[in-house]
């Protein structure tokens, strides 16, 4: 359960070299209780599927896996199914297993990368769908007493890529397992944003299915950003900033085409990867770290590149954005070091 030296070039999707002093794994929850009771990974960093995480190149904290499987139907009343997930789940194989069986409402987050525990502390989302959104509840273990806990919805305290998680309860949890509440029939399919449409159109569907939209989205996704297995990458490296209604419309001045999208306080949101292109960085390389030519927001490792580069690089795009838009610029990925 608990390892020396260990190599987590495998562990993280941006595919660093970095090694782990320690590192244990937990394959249940039994597991995670006994591995919180030794002092030593008090402050460990908890790892899921590395999809969200840059590693120097030795992480001062030790590290702890969360590999707890399970996947299985806890309740079905009417058009509805619970479903209960371990938190070690691959979260795409959660997506293809829901929709083999027919069940809705995961389609829209295909081909995410990372697994079921991370998708709640930063309420994953895509095309129109947030996990808040297909959220029954989920279970965790307090770190420092071992106590098990079930959160709903409303103690999660979900917002844009934002929960309790990463607030008030940041580093004092970790979630074992995570449940799901999906419909049999009539679907409530989201279909409206833009790319979808575009590409299920293309399809020339009669009746759609969650299936249908799931192969929108993977269509949409493998021609847009690349497979963290052929090229190390974290998906979107930054949040889309959202900046103050007065901001946005003096920015709307000096770039008319500006991407948008209006929130409820009167904000705006903006996409990052539009930003990043502006500044010219998109599809730009130093050494073996870069944007991808397909989308601004992805930085890439083409090899060899080092926890250090890619977050030096990361560093230099803040800057540029700054000097030209004024506007800052927040990662979503976290860094391990
Ligand atoms: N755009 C550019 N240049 C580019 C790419 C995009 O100008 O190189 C502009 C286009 O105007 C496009 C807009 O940015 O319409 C938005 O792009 P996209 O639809 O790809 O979405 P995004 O805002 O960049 C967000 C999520 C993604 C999620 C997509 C689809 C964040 C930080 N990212 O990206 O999530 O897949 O929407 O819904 O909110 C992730 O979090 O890792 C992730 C991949």
Redesign the pocket.
Known sequence: MIHQDVSLKTYNSFGVAADASLFAVAKSVDDLQTILRDQRFASAWILGGGSNTLFCKTPRQPILHVDIPGLDVITEEGNEVVIRVGAGVNWHELVMWSLDRGYGGLENLAL?PGNVGAAPIQN?????VELKDVFEHCTLVFRETQDIQVFSKADCQFGY?DSIFKGELKNKTVITEVCFRLQKSNYNLQTS???IEQQLAEQNHHLLTPKDVANAVIAI?TR??PDPKKLGN???F???PIVEDKTFWKLKESHPEI?HFKLANDSYKI????II?QVGL?GTREGDVGTHE????VLVNYGNASGQEITDFSKKIQNEVQKHFGITLTP?VHFCC
Do not use: C, M, Q, V
């Not at 994953?124 to 129109?128: D, E, K, S």
């Not at 996409?271 to 539009?274: D, V």
């Not at 397909?294 to 927001?297: K, V």
């Open positions: 995410i994953i989302g895509a095309y129109g890529r944003y833009g790319a996704r847009k950003l974290a998906g979107s930054f949040k889309n991407p996409p990052a990867a539009w292109e998109k397909n989308h601004a927001l979503e």
